[in-house]
């Protein structure tokens, strides 16, 4: 593709990576597409969709998800359903709409479909967007790191990204196989799009390590059948947890879900679950795990359970990725990252796309990735390494101020405030 020019000045075409074939991937590949970029997307899964494909497997060797990363990359249950309305959920030209026939079609044209249809939309849009061709599937990156400058230049490091066969990443043995069956790619900026609810997040409880029961976290859990007659407790009763408790009590004896804080779980929706569900019950947190089965909560009361799922969220995490310690997680915080985007001291070579969250998805992808594209061909630019550090340090500061603990640094709400935080993406002309 042709590049177009800028007061006379030829925009620069990219070699781009794309680490990643989710919703955040492609609505960034397709971002690079239009500015004229050469775009690989490497994706580890046989087709589109990120967390959205859904896969019935799980590690069963692993069912915490303890070892990063996990060797089941999908987090989601079949019983899974949008929580906001699909006319929210469209890209900025190809809105998630029923199409005519759906229903007959095997398609939900519900307003608030289950998981599949919106794989669908995305493997839709993958098609209509034309980005088939530049998605290698089964494709498992292994390292991505700064290609090496001999010649001691300040021009924007290249980058070497290690890739493999799925299967063969799945049934290696030792580092040293898996090294000799890399691919090894240079490019010139890499753009990571892989997900953030992939490693489970565990609390720290007492008793935990010597529990012998079942516990899980909710990102192995699949189908309510396995827990049918059993007593279970549910830690967090955020969107996942209060769902698949309404999941299970249908098969359970007992549901209990354990919270910080009652009263704030104890909303109006709250209060009317558990009036219609003789078998949901609402704890605050666990205090402690007893080796008889027993689950003490905060309040003295106990419980004697079968299972503990641990509905307690994800980290942020990239063991691929080597930036030499310029980009790191701390407490679920990943940086520093400039309005969630660029690390100030490799931009704009390597940028991350779906970072935030509580935002309008996918729209708000498509501006990071339309910022990314148009910094990368020279149409946009970004301010210096020295004042975007200075803005994320004002960020921090503003977000500790506010009382807001570090771990949700990434979340951008209310909407107002999402709203914003694209708004000024755009503005970086």
Not at 278 to 290: D, K, S, T, V, W
């Amino acid at each position: 593709m042709g590049m177009a020019s800028i007061a006379g000045n030829p925009l620069a075409s990219r070699k781009v990576c794309v680490v990643g074939a989710g919703m955040a991937g492609l609505a960034a590949a397709r971002e690079l597409l239009r500015e004229g970029h050469a775009v690989t997307v490497l994706e580890q899964g046989r087709d589109v969709g990120g967390q959205w494909r859904y896969d019935p497997r799980t590690d069963d060797a692993d069912p915490l998800g303890a070892a990063e990363p996990v060797r089941v990359h999908s987090s989601m249950y079949a019983s899974l359903r949008l929580l906001g309305p699909r006319e929210t959920m469209g890209f900025s030209d190809f809105e998630f709409v029923p199409r005519k026939g759906a229903a007959s079609s095997g398609r939900d044209p519900r307003r608030f479909p289950g998981h599949r249809e919106v794989y669908l939309f995305l493997r839709d849009f993958c098609r209509a967007a034309g980005l088939v061709d530049a998605i290698r599937f089964d494709n498992r990156v292994v390292r991505v790191a700064m290609a090496p400058r001999g010649d001691g230049s300040g021009d924007a490091p290249k980058w070497v990204v290690r890739s493999m066969d799925v299967g063969l990443w799945e049934r290696r043995t030792d580092d040293q196989m898996a090294e000799a069956e890399c691919v090894e790619e240079v490019f010139d900026a890499v753009v990571v799009a892989t997900g953030h609810y992939s490693q489970p997040r565990l609390p720290s409880i007492e008793g935990m390590e010597g529990w012998r029961r079942r516990q899980l976290h909710s990102h192995s859990y699949r189908v309510p059948d396995p827990f049918r007659d059993e007593v279970v407790v549910m830690v967090g009763c955020g969107d996942s947890g209060t769902d698949i408790a309404l999941d299970l009590r249908a098969v359970a004896r007992e549901v209990h879900l354990s919270a910080k804080s009652v009263e704030k779980a104890m909303t109006p929706a709250m209060s009317k679950i558990l009036a219609r569900h003789a078998n949901l019950f609402l704890h605050p947190q666990i205090e402690r795990l007893c080796e008889d089965g027993r689950v003490v909560f905060a309040d003295g009361s106990c419980v004697v359970a079968d299972t503990v799922m641990y509905c307690t969220g994800y980290c942020y995490s990239f063991p691929f990725l080597d930036t030499e310690g310029r980009v790191t997680v701390d407490d679920n915080r990943v940086g520093p990252l400039f309005e969630h985007t660029f690390p100030p001291s490799l931009a704009p070579s390597l940028s991350f796309v779906g970072i935030p969250r509580k935002v309008m998805v996918p729209w708000f992808f498509e501006a990071q990735g339309r910022w990314i594209a148009g910094v990368l061909s020279g149409r946009r630019a970004l301010p210096t390494e020295e004042e975007m550090m200075r803005s994320v340090e004002e960020h921090y500061r503003a977000r500790e101020l506010a009382g807001v603990p570090k771990e949700y640094t990434h979340e951008v709400e209310p909407l107002v405030s999402a709203s914003l935080a694209v708004q000024s993406i755009l503005d970086f002309d």
